[in-house]
């Protein structure tokens, strides 16, 4: 056995552990939706990349198996400290129908059985994997230079575009589509037919990594598909396609031929949101960018190579010291952008903006919506490789203050009631208010100036109260 | 918990092994044909489990060792594969260079080679060294980075030929190196007797020994006890040695020994009592 010293608890993890979102919205959809999408074997390899990793264990167990498992059998193959996430990932399973639950043996779904063993063995006929269009050496295709700034363009225009609406200017503006998107993911939003608007939840957003932005998009994307009379299977099917295909391979680019109506639709808003790259419109050719082809992987879905020529994006550019000074290696404008949500910026150099993290900056971006949370992992994933040498990475002092600005706020809460003033007498105030603390509806008392304040669900009965007992001294 | 792994692979690859292997006396034969198909499959499956997954396959010859492939060194052969609409690149590339490289180094191998020892812990050695190469950027960063080191490096090796008395010091200087770069060794024995070595490395590392009783039903032993990183393998039942053979061989004629003589300076062991140690003299 593994020594235990060498690993860190797996019986912990699992539970903090969040899945993917794309499984939250399959396991919503009926079985009949799921079995017509694992026809496809490339769906069933990006699906089975969303597992967990146990779950992925126990579909790859039962994979080559005939006949179905006795489920004590079955129980058999966990550890006791394993238990409570086998039942997790079972009960997962059974709900996105990949292994139906059943009180005596358990056997994967056949249909996601065999396209899975295909998609493993290869072969069969289902050309799920894109088919390749024939390569033309006179027009070769794009490099994966040139898609990748194709994709983090395209990118970098919806967030630069969403996070400048709430200062009012507006840069270029991405296409319609995607504003409508925007719109009706509650991201953004316009009062009385004005301009959009980002909202609190937009903010909040583009403090996101690019791998929950994308996929908060395309999931709205799909829940707008499903209203539009879009075939749900064929839309996602394409998806998960993409994210098998491969990145500017040898310069050639996959065939639109064997895309269905639905499928084909979908290039146009697919390439608005930058997942996927053509030469000129319409042509029955296409290149995913890597923004499609790591929709299923965990690495980083926006290239290194950005505009910063240092390629600072994946290391990291934010230096954070002591003082609240902040030091960003960028000339990006759009991180600058979102950095100006929550830091107050002093001085810009070619290279490098210079701010401070002040209370009212923190303030603006909490009443934006954005919480300290969201600001303390921000400023994490984007540490200068130098903080890391850190240990806290971030300063304490400038966390733990982010946090005390915005329990500052939660400082004063609001009620609605009612006021009881003017009693005639101290016996006429201390009847009512015993009457009023039975209710439990007191929220203030003052009995040298002879009133108080309660609460608006007690204000009928009270009034009613007062009512009936000036009636009956009447 | 759920991040890349590292698998490194050591094939046995001694064509007279293989042979005895696949002769139909045997109660179940496998034959490397249907062997390597059910390996590609679990190598597969290896790289399904997660984008980021590596693999590297190295492959144990009479007298050498050669790397058959590496998930990041391939750009050069991957123009070579033809696209195809059925199958998922990674795997097309994956598994032609791994055939052809195979069949390349069994073609070039010469009669009289044929009968030469296994290089098994060149192999051993070269994964090693393989997987040094590629935990070195985070080892040498700061130590709040080694922590989350995106690898879980592990070496599986598949053995059919019997254990090398000879090579016994070089096998258990591996073992201690695997053990400090924090390397689970796992071993698949699909024929032969039981190689007392290589379940001494399982044991020091970590990983877990197997003598398939069914060598005909291999990708589903692979896969029930190799397939899981050794992150998840606490909460999966993984088979462990009920007794482990813990003989060393003596150094001077390298025959596995019960009862030795153990120098009380340096360690060394010998079957016969000697005035002189001859390693520390």
Redesign the interface.
């Known amino acids: 056995m593994p020594s235990a010293s060498s690993h860190d608890d797996p019986a912990a993890s699992t539970d903090e552990q969040t899945s993917h979102s794309l499984l939250a919205f399959l396991q919503s959809q009926s079985q009949n939706t799921l079995t017509r999408l694992y026809q496809r074997p490339s769906s069933c390899l990006s699906i089975f990349r969303l597992l967990g990793p146990l779950e992925r264990q126990l579909v790859m167990n039962l994979l080559w198996l005939e006949s179905a498992i006795p489920v004590s059998t079955m129980a058999a193959w966990v550890t006791r400290e394993g238990r409570k996430a086998y039942n997790s990932s079972l009960s997962t399973l059974a709900q996105l129908h990949i292994l139906p639950s059943s009180a005596t043996k358990l056997a994967l779904n056949p249909t996601f059985k065999s396209c899975l063993r295909q998609a493993i063995t290869g072969g069969g006929s289902s050309g799920s994997f894109g088919v390749p269009a024939r390569y033309d050496s006179s027009n070769p295709g794009p490099s994966t230079e040139t898609l990748d700034s194709y994709a983090l363009e395209r990118w970098e225009t919806i967030l630069y575009y969403m996070v400048s609406s709430g200062n009012g200017q507006y840069p270029a503006k991405p296409s319609d589509a995607v504003l409508f998107l925007l719109k009706r993911s509650g991201l953004m939003t316009s009062f009385r037919g004005a301009a959009l608007q980002i909202t609190s939840s937009g903010f909040q957003f583009l403090l996101h990594p690019p791998h929950e932005q994308l996929w908060e998009l395309l999931l709205q994307y799909l829940h707008m598909a499903e209203e539009r009379q879009m075939d749900l299977v064929e839309v996602l099917g394409f998806l998960l396609m993409l994210s098998t295909m491969e990145l500017g391979r040898a310069r050639s680019e996959y065939s639109t031929e064997n895309l269905s109506a639905t499928q084909a639709a979908m290039l146009e808003d697919l390439r608005d949101y930058g997942l996927i790259w053509q030469r000129n419109v319409p042509s029955d050719r296409f290149c995913p960018t890597r923004l499609a082809t790591t929709l299923t992987s965990s690495s980083n879905p926006l290239p290194t190579s950005s505009s910063t020529s240092t390629g600072s994006q994946a290391q990291g550019f934010i230096v954070l010291e002591t003082n609240y000074r902040l030091y960003a290696y960028t000339d990006n404008p759009l991180q600058i952008a979102v950095l100006n949500l929550f830091v107050t910026l002093k001085s810009r150099f070619p290279n490098l903006v210079i701010g401070a993290i002040t209370r009212e900056s923190v303030k603006k971006a909490l009443a934006n919506g954005i919480t300290a949370e969201q600001i303390i992992s921000y400023l994490t994933t984007h540490a200068h490789h130098q903080m890391r040498r850190h240990k806290p990475l971030l300063p304490v002092t400038v966390q733990d203050q982010i946090r005390l600005w915005e329990l500052e706020k939660n400082r004063v809460k609001s009620q609605e009631g009612y006021l009881y003033t003017a009693f005639a007498s101290q016996a006429d105030y201390e009847y009512v208010l015993n009457y009023a603390k039975q209710l439990d509806v007191v929220l203030w008392e003052s009995p040298s100036r002879r009133c108080f304040f309660g609460s608006l669900e007690g204000h009928s009965n009270i009034r009613g109260f007062i009512e009936r007992r000036t009636a009956g001294n009447a | 918990?759920?991040k890349a792994s590292h698998l490194s692979v050591v094939i046995d690859l001694s064509p007279t092994q293989w042979h005895l292997c696949s002769q139909s006396s045997n109660p179940y034969p496998l034959t490397l044909q249907s062997f390597l198909s059910q390996l590609l499959?679990f190598f597969?499956?290896h790289i399904?489990?997660?984008?980021?997954n590596t693999l590297a396959v190295f492959g144990a010859f009479p007298g050498k060792s050669v790397l058959l492939y590496s998930s990041t060194t391939i750009a050069a052969e991957?123009?070579s594969v033809n696209?195809?609409?059925?199958?998922?690149?990674?795997?097309?590339v994956l598994?032609s260079t791994i055939m052809g490289s195979i069949r390349n180094q069994l073609e070039a191998l010469e009669l009289l080679e044929a009968e030469a020892p296994i290089g098994l812990v060149g192999a051993i050695t070269k994964s090693l060294c393989y997987i040094n190469r590629l935990t070195i950027p985070s080892s040498s960063?700061?130590p709040?980075?080694e922590k989350q080191a995106p690898l879980d490096p592990r070496i599986l090796i598949f053995s059919v030929s019997p254990d090398q008395s000879p090579s016994y010091i070089p096998i258990m200087n591996s073992i201690f190196s695997a053990q400090k770069l924090?390397v689970?060794i796992d071993v698949c024995k699909i024929y032969g007797p039981d190689s007392v070595f290589l379940q001494q490395a399982a044991h020091l590392t970590?990983?877990s020994y197997l003598h398939l009783n069914r060598p005909d039903a291999v990708?589903?032993y692979l896969?029930?006890s190799f397939?899981?990183?050794?992150?998840?393998?606490?909460?999966?039942?993984?088979p462990?040695q009920d007794k482990i053979d813990f003989r060393a061989a003596c150094f001077c004629h390298k025959k596995i020994v019960d009862i030795g003589f153990v120098c009380s300076v340096c360690l060394s062991i010998f079957c016969n009592p000697v005035p002189v140690c001859s390693t520390c003299r």
């Not at chain 2, 696209?83 to 097309?92: G, H, I, L, M, V």
């Not at chain 2, 397939?227 to 909460?235: D, E, F, S, V």
Request: glycine share 6%.
């Open positions: 918990m759920d499959a597969n499956s399904a489990c997660k984008d980021e991957e123009h696209a195809d609409a059925n199958t998922y690149r990674p795997f097309k598994d960063t700061t709040a980075e924090k689970t970590g990983g990708l589903q896969t029930m397939l899981p990183p050794p992150g998840i393998r606490q909460l999966l039942s993984v462990t």
